[in-house]
């Protein structure tokens, strides 16, 4: 569904695609297929970056380059006086997925592909900063945030840390990530915990190699691997409240290498989800006991490495109003829907959040592939209805007189 969908949009009723931005959809379009083309993973997109620049300078935006390496911002200040300071941002890495569509455009970089709607982001952004700097008519400032390194490696914390709010202070933050499966052109979310908190582990289940044959000369690492693995579904079932959501998974087993010797050492990794700070302290504390206490059991050790990666990102009530009643403005209020199911994925957008008050929002692309899926593509007639929302975003919040939101 691609220009059907956001003219199917507009008909129903709203007025909030920009004509303007619709009429270049051709355009736009071909600016994100070259983006997927070209897909560049955590801190390395020079290409992307590149890219990205060149569009944003040749609308006549003054661009300030290398927070996080390969970060943009880019500034337009409106023609209707002095006003608030928001900030809009957008991803731009890829994943380490192998691309499988088969596409014209796909990606040019065995190994590598946008997989997770990330060429469309910065599409959808770049074409709101077109329109806007043709049509500055709003009072204040917005900052368009263009941040490397989503996916698993904080580009979002290393640009709060390298001054990101400092250089270009911010009254709020806003984000936006398309979703598959739902119906085209909705928008999705809710006040605040939206996405888990993302933590990773490695335990690495110390015994004494032996034969097969003969356990008892042994302390067998891979039972007592087992029997963690095992136990630590307890975490959630028994510690956790029921009130509360939480995941405990272990996505990788290494041990052994043949048939018949007992190896010395099973080295189990994966993950941990949940929304509020309680709830994570509680399972990483129940993390190291279960694994502590099998050990002791099984007469082995275990050498733990726990890491906290993304908080969870938490939407600000004022702020996710704005942004709603935004989403509303562009494809009607029937299309927004205030209370969509917490995400247990994570998303380094909550270090903006942390730090500056804001909202974030998923717009729905209706049927196919998953994200982070090889067959995976951005549904293209999402483009006007993204950069329609950072428009109207824009004039609502932005209006002569406005204050930031309390």
């Known amino acids: 569904m691609e220009r059907a969908g956001w003219l199917g949009v507009a008909q129903n009723g709203s007025v909030g695609i920009v004509p303007e931005v619709a009429a270049q959809a051709d355009e736009f379009t071909q600016w994100?297929?070259?983006?997927?083309?070209?897909?560049?993973?955590?801190?390395?997109?020079?290409?992307?970056?590149?890219f990205v620049a060149g569009k944003l300078e040749s609308f006549g935006l003054p661009v300030h380059r290398?927070?996080?390496?390969?970060?943009?911002?880019?500034?337009?200040k409106g023609r209707l006086g002095d006003g608030p300071a928001i900030g809009l941002r957008a991803d731009i890495d890829a994943l380490d997925i192998h691309e499988a569509t088969n596409l014209p455009y796909r990606s040019d970089t065995p190994g590598k592909m946008h997989a997770c709607?990330?060429?469309?982001?910065m599409t959808m952004l770049l074409a709101?900063?077109?329109?806007?700097?043709?049509?500055?008519?709003?009072?204040?400032?917005?900052?368009?945030?263009?941040?490397p390194a989503e996916e698993n490696e904080g580009g979002g914390r290393v640009m709060v840390e390298e001054g990101l709010f400092d250089l270009f202070p911010t009254q709020a933050v806003y984000g936006l990530h398309n979703w598959p499966n739902a119906p085209f052109g909705t928008f999705l979310g809710r006040p605040g915990p939206m996405f888990a908190s993302f933590d990773i582990f490695e335990v690495k289940v110390i015994g004494r190699g032996a034969h097969a044959a003969m356990p008892q000369r042994g302390i067998d690492p891979?039972?007592?691997?087992?029997?963690?693995?095992?136990?630590?579904?307890?975490?959630?079932?028994?510690?956790?409240?029921?009130?509360?959501?939480?995941v405990v998974t272990v996505t990788q087993i290494h041990g052994g290498e043949t048939w018949n010797i007992?190896?010395?050492?099973?080295?189990?990794?994966?993950?941990?989800?949940s929304f509020t700070p309680e709830v994570r302290d509680l399972v990483e504390q129940r993390f190291r006991a279960v694994v502590e206490g099998v050990c002791a059991a099984q007469g082995a050790s275990a050498e733990i490495r726990y890491e906290r990666r993304y908080p969870s990102l938490v939407n600000h009530r004022a702020e996710f109003g704005q942004a709603l009643a935004a989403a509303g403005a562009t494809v009607g209020a029937e299309n927004v829907v205030p209370d969509f199911e917490p995400i247990m994925a994570a998303e380094d957008f909550a270090y903006m959040l942390e730090r500056v008050p804001g909202a974030y929002l998923c717009l729905a692309s209706g049927p196919g592939p998953n994200l982070h899926n090889a067959q995976y593509d951005f549904n293209d007639g999402l483009i006007p209805v993204g950069a329609s929302y950072w428009v109207n975003l824009v004039h609502s919040l932005l209006k002569p007189g406005a204050a930031p939101a309390a």
């Open 222 to 246: 891979v039972l007592a691997a087992s029997l963690i693995v095992a136990q630590l579904q307890s975490i959630v079932s028994r510690s956790v409240s029921p009130q509360e959501a939480a």
């Open 32 to 50: 994100r297929r070259t983006l997927h083309a070209m897909p560049e993973t955590a801190f390395t997109e020079h290409r992307t970056s590149a």
């Open 128 to 147: 709101a900063a077109s329109h806007l700097s043709a049509h500055p008519d709003f009072a204040g400032t917005v900052h368009f945030i263009f941040q």
């Open 66 to 76: 290398g927070l996080a390496g390969t970060g943009l911002v880019a500034t337009l």
């Open 117 to 121: 709607g990330h060429d469309g982001h």
């Open 262 to 273: 007992i190896p010395d050492e099973v080295v189990l990794r994966g993950t941990v989800r």
